[in-house]
């Protein structure tokens, strides 16, 4: 069945309903070879109303994906221009203030791991927030991406490519001393490809930095369908932390360390997640309200539910911030980040 191709406005796609497969029901299913494992039964786990696609979880590895994969026509529908923001700036001004704050630590913290004034790429660059401070920390930055849309407005001292696929780029062997994938694995088609890309143009002791949400997380077995770092249907791979050290290995790298903290995505993660497991409140309802609209454009949803969102925002930080340092202390982030180096 064709995936319909959602209304232009980004958070659209949150009107489709996730829920939860029974297991035992659905039994088992004959799908291609896992990225990680090559095996190739998997338990559907998750539908997706309206789409014509499920995720489904390899019985080998436990690595979800969207079955069938969309085609790439199908995907760029997921990623209306909306979705990359205005001219370089995606939400309201206070929380885009927060995110580009969150961008300069993160620099910081990717810099602190880099030699100062190496080349650094950063995959997936969208609108370029982290190069702009890569290059403030003396970093020579290079991001790709494979929408126009998308590297509009951004940092003009970042040399940015754009192309369909990171294998199209034409970068050369051993170019980068860093690459950065910070969640985007988990949206491209073939990310064993690109892992393996990225080994051949990175040089030997450079570190390659993947960011991604733990399917196999507290967070994640909590939340189920609800969880908002499912983000369906954009994320077409969902990793447990085990299969991406295996994903990791099978392409050439070997994992020098993790990080279960994260400002940005993880506090966010419960509070976003604890509002979709309400049946009340519309999926990803919280974000749709936070994400900047075009000037004149009328705020999503009525009035009251705005209230109870905001309401369920202020009521649900300080828990939300209080289970992610208890999943930190436990090395269960619901996003994690890996530094890997090639082998
Ligand atoms: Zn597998």
Same mark, same amino acid.
């Given at each position: ?11 659209? !796609?949150?009107?489709?309903? =996730? ?32 789409? #014509? ?10 690595? &979800? ?36 704050? =969150? ?13 100062? &004034? ?7 660059? #969208? ?56 969640? =985007? !694995? ?18 030997? #002791? ?23 770092? !499912? ?53 990803? #309802? ?58």
């Amino acid at each position: 069945m064709p995936i319909r191709a959602p209304a232009p406005r980004p958070y659209a !796609l949150y009107e489709h309903a =996730v829920s939860a497969v029974e297991s035992r029901a659905a039994g088992i299913l004959q799908v291609p070879p896992c990225i990680v494992c090559d095996a190739t039964s998997a338990r559907p786990r998750f539908s997706i109303e309206g789409l #014509g696609a499920c995720v489904v979880v390899c019985t080998e590895c436990g690595t &979800g994906r969207m079955h069938p994969l969309p085609s790439e026509a199908e995907l760029r529908e997921f990623y209306p221009p909306e979705y990359y923001g205005n001219l370089g700036t995606k939400f309201s001004a206070p929380i885009e203030f927060l995110v580009r704050w =969150v961008g300069d630590r993160h620099a910081a913290f990717l810099a602190n791991r880099l030699p100062f &004034g190496g080349r650094v790429l950063d995959v997936g660059c #969208g609108r370029g927030v982290l190069l702009g401070s890569l290059v403030d920390c003396g970093i020579e930055a290079y991001g790709f991406e494979v929408s126009e849309a998308a590297v509009r407005g951004a940092d003009s001292r970042a040399k940015i490519c754009v192309a369909a696929r990171l294998e199209d780029a034409g970068y050369p062997d051993a170019y980068f001393d860093g690459v950065i994938l910070w969640h =985007v !694995l988990e949206h491209i088609r073939d990310p064993r490809s690109t892992l393996e890309t990225i080994r051949r143009i990175l040089r030997p #002791g450079g570190r390659l930095v993947v960011a991604v949400p733990d399917f196999g997380s507290p967070q994640a077995r909590w939340a189920g369908p609800a969880w908002f770092h !499912l983000d369906l249907p954009r994320h077409l791979y969902h990793f447990p932390l085990t299969a991406l050290r295996r994903l990791l290995e099978r392409t050439g790298f070997e994992v020098s360390s993790e990080h279960h903290f994260s400002l940005r995505q993880n506090p966010f993660g419960w509070l976003q997640s604890w509002q979709n497991r309400r049946a009340d409140l519309p999926r990803n #309802g919280l974000y749709t309200l936070l994400y900047r609209r075009s000037p004149g454009e009328a705020p999503p949803f009525d009035a009251r539910t705005r209230r109870r969102l905001m309401l369920g925002c202020v009521l649900g930080a300080g828990p939300a911030f209080a289970a992610t340092l208890v999943e930190t202390l436990a090395c269960k982030g619901g996003t994690v980040h890996v530094v890997a180096t090639p082998r």
